[in-house]
């Protein structure tokens, strides 16, 4: 998920091309079919830069795209392992890199390297070496803290994540299920890095110490965390990104010139998102080209103020809004992919009967 929320409804994004005096040759021609891109909730299905740039592949290819979304990452990732191979759509955008074993290991996606690929970062476009799916984007999960709020109380914002154990956070802390949410498994993951095998005496102690726990993103952010415009939430500290601060920024109503939150740049965890043809889709042709658009330039560079993360296109400049507000950590909590592969149900599993139980 995003830090924008959208409503979580289908949109066509095309304007179906006019075609004119046809030849009989011409009309043999198979015309494009329609496609279907599934996208987390917080992608954007209206309205907006990243969708005027879907109506131009739309209008340049003959391809209609229709964007429905399913959930959280976490959740549109379950959904779509339970129909592999019989799809509900034909491209699918989201899956991140604490997903990405499960993505593989069940067989969701039909291998294909995108035209453009040897422009995605390297470090990037390595770890999915059997090309099942292609990373679009990166961006960092970290702890995001409502300023005014730790201003007003006379109280310090933690500076790591050992420190949202101690009694002066209590309560104050909430995160998403990690076994529904992607950022909350990645702050699973995140918590795993910091502190080994004691993580789950650590989550012990945050449940001790009043965490909530909500399904996903959106709740979390929009509804208990005190910090996002329009929120009536109580909570100070939640689970987002490193680039929540200027989307609060940007999308200021009246406007403003800094940010209300800020991040923990010590608790930050990397995660790239990715997307992929589904396989048994009955339009590959057309979804392959889809993918090819979500890793050009033109999509690429809408990315920063679209879904607020970094693109994994190289040489695409970022807008000064974007980078003013955003942290960029020094450096990031991470895991081998191999380690996540080996562990993440029983992790998941562990960190449900600590906390939820």
């Given at each position: ?21 046809c ?32 109506d ?64 995605i ?35 310090e ?40 095998d ?9 449940r ?47 406007p ?24 048994g ?24 103020l ?12 970022l ?29 998941q ?9």
């Amino acid at each position: 998920m995003r830090p924008i929320a959208r409503a979580a409804i289908g949109l066509s994004v095309v304007i179906t091309p006019l075609v004119a005096g046809c030849s009989s040759s011409d009309s043999a021609k198979r015309a494009p079919s329609p496609i279907t891109l599934v996208a987390y909730d917080s992608f954007p299905t209206k309205d907006t830069a990243l969708n005027a740039a879907l109506d131009e592949f739309a209008q340049s290819t003959g391809i209609k795209v229709t964007v429905v979304t399913a959930g959280d990452a976490g959740t549109m990732l379950t959904k779509a392992r339970l129909t592999a191979g019989n799809p509900e759509g034909d491209v699918m955008f989201g899956i991140d890199s604490t997903q990405l074993s499960a993505a593989i290991d069940d067989n969701v996606f039909a291998p294909y390297q995108p035209n453009g690929s040897n422009a995605i970062s390297m470090n990037l476009a390595s770890m999915v070496p059997g090309h099942e799916l292609t990373p679009v984007d990166f961006g960092d999960v970290c702890i995001n803290y409502d300023k005014e709020w730790f201003a007003t109380n006379g109280i310090e914002p933690p500076g790591n994540l050992a420190d949202l154990t101690k009694p002066e956070y209590k309560d104050l802390l909430v995160v998403e299920n990690p076994s529904a949410s992607s950022p909350g498994l990645a702050f699973l993951m995140a918590t795993i890095a910091e502190f080994g095998d004691g993580w789950t005496d650590y989550w012990a102690q945050l449940r001790a110490n009043g965490v909530t726990v909500v399904d996903g993103w959106d709740a979390a952010y929009y509804e208990d965390f005190s910090g996002a415009a329009g929120s009536t939430g109580d909570r100070p500290l939640v689970v987002s990104y490193g680039s929540s601060p200027p989307a609060e920024v940007i999308f200021a109503d009246p406007p403003r010139t800094d940010a209300p939150t800020a991040v923990v740049d010590s608790t930050c965890f990397r995660q790239v998102e990715f997307a992929g043809v589904l396989r048994g889709t009955k339009h590959e042709t057309e979804a392959r080209q889809l993918v090819d658009f979500l890793v050009s330039s033109r999509f690429q560079s809408e990315l920063p103020l679209g879904l607020f993360v970094y693109p994994a296109r190289t040489g695409v400049a970022l807008p000064e809004e974007f980078t003013k507000y955003t942290v960029v950590p020094t450096k990031t909590l991470s895991l081998d992919p191999a380690t996540i592969a080996a562990n993440r149900q029983k992790w998941q599993d562990e960190w449900t009967d600590i906390v939820l139980r």
